[in-house]
DNA sequence: CGTGCCACCATGGTCCGACCAAAACCCCCG
DNA sequence: CGGGGGTTTTGGTCGGACCATGGTGGCACG
């Protein structure tokens, strides 16, 4: 049992709070001083939190106060806390990770199907073979996708990936909206007809055939996940396909309006490009 | 000027001695009082140093000691700092790293492309026509590369992906070994040729067809790349066709060492699936 | 009345020393 | 040779203290 200590506690609660969107972008967090009254702790328990809210990037702290950072400086690790921010995670966030996890697992899928020795292949195919099995809860079949994935960031070789990986993976287990629980889980014709594609591109070394392959098969999956979530806590009929052209006219959580505004806008910001 | 404090100092010499494999996975490392003494502090500097360590997931500290943690929980963040471990960064680590930005940016743009308004799109088309003209140093190239790159992300509208971009993408810069120094540059004729797919997707919205071409196109860069830091570093003709049979006859490094094997083979240490 | 300078105060960075619980270690006993 | 219990070590937390710096308000001057 990991006991989980004080400095840690606080750490996760500040983080939290941030983005959650409790204190803006820049806005001045509480001193340690403050905290530390607060949280009934020592001022140096108060410090070694925030050292981690540095290190995770969502806090800058410097003589004068310490500072939420801009979201451009923040670890790819605060997708997990996203998702775990709320009982159910913003549909949205969901979505975004999601589809973040499928190009990243074609990615995978294309340097590893190119690298992959004979030994490796026969196990992308077992797997597949196992996919392929009727009578598959969505538990499972996730829990194969996962499998799969996995085994291609393994023989791509590519110790990045492998970061990438952990960093994006698991972490949907978590939520209640994890892969497995669509109501309306896609045609097993088409689910078939991309892991056959998938079965001839690793018999051929073909990463781009894997990478489309993986990928449609990923979509297939997240289109129904998005449907059935959208349905349950919201009703936006509309498709996203016209993102900028989306009410947002959301319920709380700025930081994450934030970040979709950032990452879908963003340019007017800073407009004028360098060089 | 960001006045680098002591306690950061001592993580990231800590960090370094990790991620070059002073300490094998899962390693005692020295306590809070031994280091303190060590380095001169009061133990609650080196104590602030390890909450970092432990956010950036290369330590894992327990009441008996701080032991090193294993890569998979390791974050993303390390990559950077992987390759400024040495003047002369691990040719393998540039080529992992690459080989990664290259998918990465396939998956930008695959959902850049799909999502762009028409706005980006434009911009889009202006950089990839500005990446056309003749007479551009390899210097500016990349960093039209980089922006394009940018600009995908942008489009997508992902901030998943926006956050794993940037902890990937500058991190090249700071090497020797960085886009733009290849002695080889590829052929203009077969850039051209993928840029011209680019604007093709680009302009009927074909992920697919756009990640393709990125792909393809960041290649052509990597290989003479690595072509080049081949030939110079060292001299092994073969080329990495054969992942597991190469020799890794390596210098120094276990922790690279183990973390290629750890990426490569993996699998037999862990043989039995869960479930 | 407006403006610029300066002192003051809050803040983070670091240090000292201390206590506790749990893990690690070791030696002695069976 | 193995196991058990006590000792040592280690991290977790605390209280308090000093320093340099940056932010801020007030005071004097124009």
């Not at 989980?4 to 001083?33: H, K, M, N, V, W």
């Not at 998938?198 to 489309?212: F, H, N, Q, Y």
Request: hydrophobic share 40%; aromatic share 4%.
């Amino acid at each position: 049992m990991p006991t989980t200590t004080q400095d840690s506690s606080i750490a996760a609660l500040l983080r939290d709070d941030i983005l959650r969107g409790q204190y803006r972008c820049g806005e001045r967090l509480p001193s340690e001083r403050d905290l530390a009254v607060r949280f009934g702790v020592h001022r140096s328990t108060v410090r070694e939190a925030f050292k981690r809210l540095e290190q995770l990037g969502v806090a800058r702290i410097a003589p004068g106060g310490a500072r939420v950072a801009p979201l451009e400086e923040a670890s790819l690790d605060i997708v997990e806390h996203l998702l775990a921010l709320d009982d159910v995670p913003d549909p949205e966030i969901v979505d975004q990770v999601l589809e973040a996890l499928s190009g990243f697992r074609a990615m995978a899928a294309r340097l590893g199907t190119e690298r992959a020795d004979a030994g490796q292949r026969a196990r992308l195919l077992e797997i597949l073979d196992a996919m392929t099995r009727s009578g598959l809860g969505n538990e499972q079949y996730s829990e194969l996708v996962s499998e799969l994935s996995d085994r291609f960031v393994e023989a791509s070789g590519n110790m990045v990936l492998r970061l990438m990986g952990h960093s994006l993976r698991p972490k949907l287990a978590h939520t209640r909206l994890g892969y497995g629980l669509f109501s309306d889980p896609p045609s097993r014709a088409e689910v078939e007809k991309h892991l056959e594609q998938l079965v001839r591109a690793i018999e051929s070394a073909d990463g781009t055939l894997a990478s489309e392959a993986i990928y449609d098969l990923s979509r297939l999956f997240r289109r129904s996940l998005r449907e059935r979530s959208t349905s349950a806590e919201r009703s936006l009929p509309e498709e996203r396909a016209l993102p900028e052209a989306q009410p947002m006219a959301d319920v709380h959580e700025p930081a994450l309006a934030a970040a979709r505004a950032g990452a879908r806008s963003g340019r007017s910001a800073r407009a004028g490009g360098r060089s």
